[in-house]
């Protein structure tokens, strides 16, 4: 990782310390040239490619659907489906394209300034000239790199949460939209726009060749975070631990639910969640759950450690599989939980931090305490996988 005070060429000059206290969930930022001389690893026909597979997540967005305004279909596709659509006025979206084509995951490595467990996924859009799918807002950070061909983004600045919808139809289209003044911007391959969440835009598609990388960042909402922790939490303390009132005092009047009743029940509720540790193991088996749990395919049959550092150092390599989080929390001097995949074991605290930072392993891991067996647990839960020369 280099360091947080050294300017980026990706954020247009400013370091990541920069970028992170002027930009992030602040303010938008328009970056030409992100990524000098950038040539998208995707065509629009891949695609489409992709869109047409089971188990990929697709969308087709039709200004103008045979049903009704702005409709909206689920993959997978066929050639059918793209041989009716018109000249314009749609637009194709597929989501994780980093889980399935290694050139696009590469991508993910030039972000190292964010937590890795925040990111979500890469997101790439293709339209022919007019395509969009319509003003509207993110509630998540997003890049939008342009991949090839051009876009034209406009901004409308931060409606908030009253904005007014169209209403009847597939999509969260803002009803008013008006451009900011000097938000309006024509990007070509490898400029960049960043917005944060909330804040209204407008992409329209001004080429044949028009492809749009988003690179998006997960944010659980407090419904989530609430739900998935109760849950979480729920498990660790069983029915043991139930509303009590040893204070209790004869009633003022039979019925009602007074102030020291719900203060004893939240005081339940604060010593149940008022716990860091396990908030802490909770948050990391939560924010490293894979995308797709179908992405993860384990070996036919238990690795065995000894062959690993075998293998390992007869020159073979194994990388984190497409689609993995890996993230870790430092127990104490010398251990760490390492998080993978919604997993978590403790392991040798440096032995976590390399393998969270470090993507592709050769024989160098096996410098750390009891590497081998931590790498044959992650190999058959699917996390790693061997690498092979044509995963390039």
């Not at 947080?4 to 970056?31: D, E």
């Not at 889980?99 to 859009?125: G, K, T």
């Not at 876009?151 to 008006?178: K, V």
């Not at 909402?221 to 631990?241: P, R």
């Amino acid at each position: 990782m280099t360091s947080a005070n050294s300017p980026r060429t990706l954020l247009g000059g400013l370091t990541p310390a920069q970028f992170l206290s002027q930009h992030w969930q602040k303010s938008p930022l328009l970056i030409r040239g992100a990524l000098p001389g950038f040539v998208s690893p995707l065509e629009p026909d891949d695609l489409a490619g992709l869109a047409c597979e089971e188990g990929i997540e697709a969308r087709l967005v039709e200004e103008h659907g045979p049903d009704k305004a702005w409709q909206v279909s689920h993959g997978p596709f066929d050639e059918e489906t793209f041989s009716r659509l018109p000249v314009s006025g749609w637009s194709l979206l597929v989501q994780a394209v980093d889980h399935y084509v290694p050139e696009v995951a590469e991508l993910l490595e030039a972000f190292d300034f964010i937590p890795r467990w925040r990111l979500d996924d890469i997101m790439v859009s293709y339209a022919p000239p007019g395509g969009s799918v319509g003003a509207h807002v993110d509630q998540y950070d997003v890049f939008l790199l342009q991949a090839s061909g051009r876009r034209r983004w406009q901004l409308g600045g931060t409606p908030g949460n009253d904005a007014r919808l169209i209403p009847g139809i597939d999509l969260r289209i803002l009803e008013d939209f008006t451009v900011e003044a000097d938000q309006d911007w024509v990007l070509e391959p490898g400029d960049m726009l960043y917005l944060p969440p909330g804040v209204a835009h407008h992409g329209i598609s001004d080429a044949d060749d028009c492809l749009t990388f988003s690179i998006g960042f997960r944010a659980p909402s407090s419904d989530e975070v609430v739900t998935s922790f109760a849950d979480y939490i729920g498990e660790q303390l069983g029915d043991s631990q139930r509303y009590g009132d040893s204070d209790l005092q004869p009633p003022a009047a039979i019925g009602e639910l007074d102030d020291q009743a719900i203060a004893r029940v939240r005081a339940l509720l604060l010593d149940a969640i008022d716990r860091p540790e396990q908030m802490a193991q909770w948050f990391g088996r939560a924010m490293t759950q894979p995308k797709y749990l179908d992405q993860l395919v384990p070996p036919e049959s238990p690795s065995d450690p000894n062959d690993l550092r075998a293998a390992l150092e007869s020159g073979s390599e194994l990388t984190h599989s497409l689609g993995s989080r890996f993230a870790w929390r430092r127990l104490d001097d010398a251990r760490a939980t390492l998080f993978a995949d919604g997993d978590a074991i403790v392991c040798d605290l440096e032995l976590a931090q390399y393998l969270s930072a470090t993507p592709r392993l050769d024989a160098k891991v096996l410098e750390f305490p009891d590497s081998e067996s931590l790498l044959a647990a992650l190999v058959d839960s699917g996390s790693l996988s061997v690498f092979e020369e044509d995963d390039q």
